[in-house]
């Protein structure tokens, strides 16, 4: 079987912007690709709401359809609007799926997206 530092390492290194949150969307961990996606170091996001990637201009509705998905233990796939650490905006084709407890209760979200401002 394969060590379970090497689980931890491929997160880490995974070429895609990762992170998990609890319940209501609190950053509780972050990769490095996210760092590089958003321009957030752990020390300066964690703790935070994902809300503060928002560039505010993504339609209401679109959040609204987001919660409804995944709070069903659905995964959620589409793009929004985010804005970088030093303001930069860019679009986020994000894939946001719940992650469950042992009894199959929703424990976490994670969170996976790319910039694809590029392919526009
Ligand atoms: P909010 O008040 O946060 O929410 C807007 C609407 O969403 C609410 O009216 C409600 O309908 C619904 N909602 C919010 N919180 C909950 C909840 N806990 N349960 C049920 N419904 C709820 N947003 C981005 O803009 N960019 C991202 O990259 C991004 N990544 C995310 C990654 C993960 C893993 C998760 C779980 C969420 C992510 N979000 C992201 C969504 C983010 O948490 C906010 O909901 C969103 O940014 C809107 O923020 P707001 O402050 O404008 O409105």
Redesign the pocket.
């Known amino acids: 079987t394969l060590p379970f530092s090497l689980f931890v390492k491929a997160v880490e290194q995974a070429p895609v912007a990762i992170?998990i949150?609890d319940?209501?969307?609190n950053i509780l961990y972050i990769n490095q690709a996210f760092t590089d996606v958003t321009g957030y170091n752990a020390a300066e996001i964690l703790g935070k709401?994902?809300?503060e990637?928002?560039d505010?201009s993504?339609p209401?509705q679109i959040?609204?359809d987001?919660?409804h998905t995944?709070?069903r233990k659905q995964v959620w796939h589409g793009q929004?609007v985010?804005r970088q650490k030093m303001g930069q905006r860019y679009l986020?084709d994000?894939i946001?799926a719940p992650m469950f407890d042992d009894r199959g209760a929703i424990s976490h979200?994670?969170?996976m997206?790319r910039d694809v401002t590029q392919a526009h």
Do not use: D, M, Q, V
């Open positions: 992170s949150t319940k209501k969307a709401n994902e809300s990637l928002s505010k993504t209401r959040y609204y987001l919660w995944i709070s929004l985010n986020a994000l946001i979200y994670i969170g997206h």
